[in-house]
């Protein structure tokens, strides 16, 4: 008996069918066929944020197109934090806007396109300059309005491509392509990168308008498969005349699509009679015969394509690929003769752009060898072209052994990151053109690699609600580092003893050489110690450590039968265990190099170094996230994910802004960052509601009214002696200890008066609270009780005077007391031990003796 769900998924075939009157056939789209077909539409609808995007007024076009000119902004949509949140699955600290702007058609015709921009909350440069500039441009999504990545829930490459360059401090400006989101006639024209590029520029120009000085001019356009084609040629149409948008600094093409006339039959070939796994070809034949009459679909595909191609447009690529992916060469064409056809010939060159042209700024390709898609030697073949036609030009390309159309955009963002930043700082580049093979040297690691991406797609497909976001970068980054390690720790230990036997002979050398020397200078000088056992010893040990810690990444044991070597008994007698190390926060032990090291030297596992940050996140006290008072850097690696390090930089906006404003509305109090400050009026970035920077209420005209519940608060702090922060206006209040307040904000200053630190005569303590104070750390002892009054104000009176000389302290030594205690900082109770600092006797559990004092 079949699930009742896949049951209903085969009725409602059978209904479609009814309707029709015509029965479902083997040879067009069966039973089976459908089930797949609805499963995968289902899927890609899913991640939708319009299921019609003609219902959003977004993307319609205006009623005065005609009177616009390409490069003009029509539309422009600060999209509201809860909107963004609930149709979109942003990072952390990120805002989004979409826009609505006029390219051009082949002829110079202006037309609609979309696009959106993605803003990062804080620019690592520093809040007042501009943000460095940006241009995504996307692979390959679909043939239809519905598949603009703008309309896609997680903008279509997610962490792969626009999340993970915002997350770098970047604006990202992304346009769709004229045809995906906005509605032309001729529909989107699939793979025509000349006509992408011309996207690229006026989107670009149309963005700057709405920006202005928030971003630089200078620009770098990245792109992957169909947005590969495209930053390729954007790279080729700023350097043609009148057609510059200005500040160009450079291209990364990774995995283009280049020379579809040869891809094309190519993969036909390579098919060998069985499972073709195409889809391109039919969106780009559905293209091409929109834009030339005399290409008619129903000439080249047999009847199964044409009875698939109305399901395949509800649909983008996933749902294309299900319908087309598993059918054959012959089961797709009649003939394929349109490949040779005048007018696809004269599209390839127009449209698409193929051939041989000058680039206006340095260009970085990337390229997998087991790229199945877009071929190694294609890309190979019109490097070299252009690199002989046009020797001035200056580009690199880089093969990565091993690695496949999707990999390639992951495994090479350790190169091109680094390349676009040396473009921003105007590190130059030797002229001409290189080629860089990157080797993949443990094809296993990779195989695993691949095995887990596919594994990662198995479970996105099954799994219902929001997704972890960014894991298979994660996994690439960390395989890349085991990669490396595993080769450092092989060279290390087959031929540490060689090379240590040599080094030792050099040394011996060079001695021999000085006392010679010596002894021509002075006959009765006596020979230097030539063995210094101390100091091979202590190399060892180095070595020791290190292969340790590279061992200590778990890729199996380096035994013998990796080198085909035995290894000698000397050596292997030397060798000590894999060591381990003591995560400080939770006490387990760990290989060292699956703990993080803070600045300290203190070790945390992930787990444990996750949790802080993400508790620094709720918690002020914790933030930033430290340890012994020394901040712990926060930043995107194997550690942590893009969406963390996105959270926490937007958190540390919040938290560095003196006299925050929040939003007004009760509902909402969301922290509005100060780009969102123009004046004396603050606009809520989720609910766009207006706030007072001064009264913090709704904004209003003239002077601020006056806030009762406010005022009340300052009454009651001033009938109990607390004190309001200078800086950010909270309030404190002092329990122990002497006058010398340091706020959350790290703001010093007295708790007497308010005024900063050290700028007033105020007393440093009060006798009363000392005395008090004393004898809470008096009656901490077990014989407190059986102590006589004179010896108890004895020690009553050290303390005293204890706390006077450490009334400053800061906590260098800590000791461990037994017992029930309750932390005096986060007041949690502890009902084991707690520490207690010997100088001023504070008592703190774990979290805050390492976190926060």
Not at 75 to 91: G, Y
Not at 475 to 503: C, F, H, K, N, Y
Request: aromatic fraction near 8%.
């Amino acid at each position: 008996m079949l699930p009742k769900f896949i049951t209903n998924i085969l009725i409602s075939g059978a209904v479609v069918a009814a309707a029709t009157q015509e029965p479902l056939q083997p040879n067009r789209c069966d039973v089976t066929c459908q089930l797949a077909y609805r499963k995968a539409l289902a899927l890609e609808s899913s991640r939708w944020v319009n299921q019609n995007v003609s219902t959003d007024d977004f993307y319609s076009n205006p009623s005065n197109l005609s009177e616009y000119s390409a490069g003009d902004l029509v539309k422009w949509e600060n999209v509201p934090a809860d909107q963004a949140s609930k149709r979109w699955t942003l990072p952390g600290g990120v805002s989004m806007s979409r826009f609505f702007y006029i390219t051009e058609d082949i002829d110079g015709k202006p037309i609609p396109a979309t696009g959106f921009v993605l803003t990062p909350y804080s620019n690592p440069l520093g809040n007042d300059k501009p943000f460095r500039t940006l241009v995504w441009t996307h692979g390959t999504a679909g043939g239809t309005r519905q598949c603009a990545p703008s309309n896609h829930r997680a903008l279509y490459y997610e962490w792969s491509g626009p999340f993970a360059l915002v997350q770098q401090g970047y604006v990202v400006i992304a346009p769709d392509y004229a045809g995906q989101g906005s509605d032309i006639p001729q529909g989107f024209m699939y793979e025509s990168g000349a006509l992408h590029a011309g996207d690229v520029s006026f989107g670009l120009q149309a963005a700057r308008k709405a920006l202005g000085k928030r971003i630089t001019k200078e620009w770098v356009v990245i792109g992957h498969s169909e947005g590969g084609l495209t930053a390729w040629r954007t790279g080729e149409r700023e350097a043609k005349p009148g057609k510059a948008t200005g500040g160009f600094l450079g291209t990364v093409a990774i995995a283009p699509a280049l020379q579809p006339i040869k891809l094309i039959p190519e993969s036909f070939r390579r098919a060998k009679g069985g499972p073709a796994g195409d889809v391109v070809s039919i969106f780009l034949l559905q293209s091409i015969s929109r834009l030339f009459p005399s290409i008619k679909v129903e000439d080249y595909v047999t009847d199964i394509v044409l009875s698939r191609i109305a399901l395949a447009d509800q649909g983008c690529l996933g749902t294309g690929g299900t319908l087309y992916g598993s059918l054959t060469v012959e089961q797709l064409y009649k003939n394929t003769s349109w490949i040779e056809h005048p007018d696809f010939i004269d599209w390839q060159k127009r449209y698409n752009g193929a051939g041989e042209h000058p680039l206006a700024a340095p260009m970085l390709v990337i390229q997998g060898d087991a790229d199945i898609l877009t071929y190694a030697e294609y890309a190979e073949e019109d490097f070299n072209a252009t690199c002989k036609k046009y020797p001035e030009s200056t580009a690199e390309y880089r093969l990565y052994q091993k690695t496949d159309h999707g990999l390639a955009l992951s495994v090479s963002q350790a190169d091109f990151f680094p390349w676009i930043k040396d473009r921003f700082n105007k590190v130059k580049l030797n002229k001409g053109f290189s080629q860089v093979p990157v080797s993949m040297d443990t094809s296993s690691l990779m195989l695993a690699l691949q095995l887990q991406q596919q594994d990662l797609d198995l479970w996105e497909q099954s799994k219902k609600g929001k997704q972890r976001e960014g894991e298979l970068e994660l996994m690439t980054a960390q395989i890349s580092d085991q990669v490396l390690a595993l080769s450092i720790a092989r060279a290390v230990e087959s031929d540490g003893q060689v090379i240590r036997e040599a080094q030792l002979a050099e040394e011996q050398a060079a001695r021999d050489r000085e006392y010679a020397v010596r002894l021509s200078e002075d006959p009765s000088a006596a020979a230097r110690s030539v063995a210094e056992k101390g100091k091979p010893a202590q190399t060892d040990e180095v070595e020791d450590d290190l292969i340790d810690i590279l061992r200590s990444m778990n890729l199996g044991r380096f035994d013998s039968s990796m080198s085909g070597q035995p290894e000698s008994s000397s050596w292997a007698s030397s060798r000590k265990p894999p060591q381990t190390r003591e995560c400080i926060a939770c006490n387990d032990r760990f290989p060292p190099l699956a703990l993080s090291k803070s600045p300290c030297s203190h070790d945390y596992c992930r787990e444990c170094l996750v949790g802080l940050i993400r508790s620094s996140l709720q918690d002020e006290t914790l933030f930033p996230p430290r340890c012994c008072g020394q901040n712990i850097p926060i930043k995107q690696g194997r550690w942590l994910s893009p969406e963390l390090v996105g959270q926490f930089q937007a958190k540390k906006l919040e938290f560095d802004t003196p006299n925050r404003t929040y939003c007004s509305e009760p509902s909402c109090s969301t922290f509005i960052p100060p780009a969102f400050i123009a004046g004396d009026r603050a606009t809520c970035p989720k609910c766009n509601q207006r706030t007072c920077i001064h009264c913090k209420g709704s904004h209003h005209i003239g002077v601020c009214p006056s806030d009762n519940a406010s005022q009340q608060v300052l009454q009651l702090a001033a009938q109990n002696g607390w004190q309001q922060c200078y800086n950010c206006r909270r309030l404190v209040e002092l329990n122990f200890g002497c006058y010398h307040i340091t706020c959350l904000c790290r703001a010093q200053f007295c708790y007497i008066c308010g005024e900063r630190w050290k700028t007033c005569r105020c007393p440093h303590w009060e006798e009363r609270r000392l005395v008090r104070r004393a004898n809470v750390i008096v009656d901490r002892d077990d014989y407190a009780g059986r102590m006589n009054p004179r010896a108890r104000q004895a020690r009553i009176e050290q303390e005293r005077l204890n706390l006077l000389e450490n009334h400053e302290c800061t906590h260098r030594t800590w000791n461990w007391r037994g017992g029930r205690h309750r932390c005096e900082e986060c007041r949690d109770v502890l009902p084991h031990y707690i520490f207690e600092c010997p100088q001023c006797h504070v008592m703190a559990c774990r979290r805050c003796r390492f976190n926060r004092f």
